[in-house]
């Protein structure tokens, strides 16, 4: 679907995306994470060829965008709908007005534009808002407005450049269900990127993780999250843990057993006591993912060790460094 490699941009001296390598697939909601300035919106950016870049290639459904004169440029931008932070809605303009804007550049009629606009409107949810001026819409409404403009071209991707970080928690939940909805209805390939980690957990089914303009780690969202990985674990800020003296074992619960009382049996099995150190369960999508640290004896590690891979639970030692 969209193929990026050795990908290189500077401005100026300054190298702002270095050698970046990634391959997004149809119809998948792929997720680009990443703290400020680490050229995630550079990145996504340079895909519809809002910027330029100096070296490498990316290729949209197997067409090179840099070698595109102005009138494939704007054909692949058709299928390349955006959806921006702020909205970028026409003030003076209503919703319907907005929505039918890239239709009326596209010189499609008037009955095709009405007929569009209001399919989307309803998509989307805000039927009853088509006479409305964005000022008298809320946050959420607004972006709901941006996401049927961004659709109104039946485009094959969804450039989401830090779609929720305008929104408040709920109005964020909302509008990724919404563009989950919209990706299993209508099977088009989404692209989010953001700083929130809480958006790739609810809706992403990969995600890269970036930083200074290199690409640190690629990988199914769940994968990532049971390897819990330094790269992860610094872009989430997450403390590091006193470990007490002993054996201490990350135990790790992926979709298939976050639900069974693999602790519980454990102990009584083995007739061992053990500490809690720590643990957590997350929604990630559909699915409970979790973790829990124990501390146990060093005379005890094998037999925990032994009976974890009995019941092929995965797990590592953690090292008191």
């Not at 300035?37 to 290639?57: F, W």
């Not at 930083?211 to 769940?222: A, C, R, S």
């Not at 790269?231 to 054996?247: H, M, S, W, Y």
Request: some cysteine.
């Amino acid at each position: 679907m969209i193929q990026i490699c050795e990908v290189n941009k500077y401005y100026g001296k300054t190298k702002v995306l270095n050698d970046i390598n990634m391959h997004i697939k149809e119809g998948e909601i792929f997720g680009i994470i990443g703290h400020s300035g680490a050229g995630k919106s550079t990145l996504l950016r340079c895909i519809n060829r809002l910027e330029t870049y100096e070296d490498g290639s990316i290729t949209v459904q197997g067409r090179e965008v840099k070698n595109l004169d102005e009138r494939e440029l704007r054909f692949l931008r058709k299928d390349l709908g955006m959806i921006f932070q702020h909205f970028s809605l026409l003030e003076r303009k209503t919703v319907f007005e907005n929505v039918a804007l890239p239709l009326e550049c596209f010189k499609y009629s008037k009955n095709e534009i009405n007929k569009r606009v209001d399919e989307l409107l309803s998509l989307v949810g805000i039927q009853g808002k088509k006479n409305m001026k964005p000022r008298n819409l809320s946050g959420g409404q607004k972006q709901r407005v941006a996401i049927a403009r961004a659709l109104a071209l039946n485009p094959k991707v969804l450039l989401c450049d830090e779609a929720t970080s305008a929104l408040d928690p709920n109005t964020t939940k909302s509008i990724l269900g919404l563009l989950q909805d919209i990706n299993k209805k209508l099977n088009i390939t989404i692209i989010m990127v953001t700083h929130q980690m809480e958006v790739i957990k609810q809706i992403c089914s990969r995600v890269a993780i970036m930083e200074n303009g290199e690409v640190l780690e690629i990988g199914d969202t769940e994968e990532l999250f049971l390897q819990n990985s330094k790269n992860l674990q610094k872009l989430v800020g997450e403390d590091d843990i006193v470990l007490p003296k002993g054996t201490n074992i990350r135990i790790i619960f992926p979709k298939e057993i976050s639900n069974d009382s693999i602790i519980t049996s454990m102990a009584r099995d083995l007739d061992i006591n053990f500490s809690i150190i720590c643990g957590k369960l997350e929604k990630y999508r559909e699915d409970i993912l979790g973790s829990l640290i124990i501390n146990v004896d060093n005379d005890n590690r094998e037999n925990i060790k032994d009976y974890l891979n009995y019941k092929k639970v995965r797990w590592e030692e953690i090292i008191n460094e």
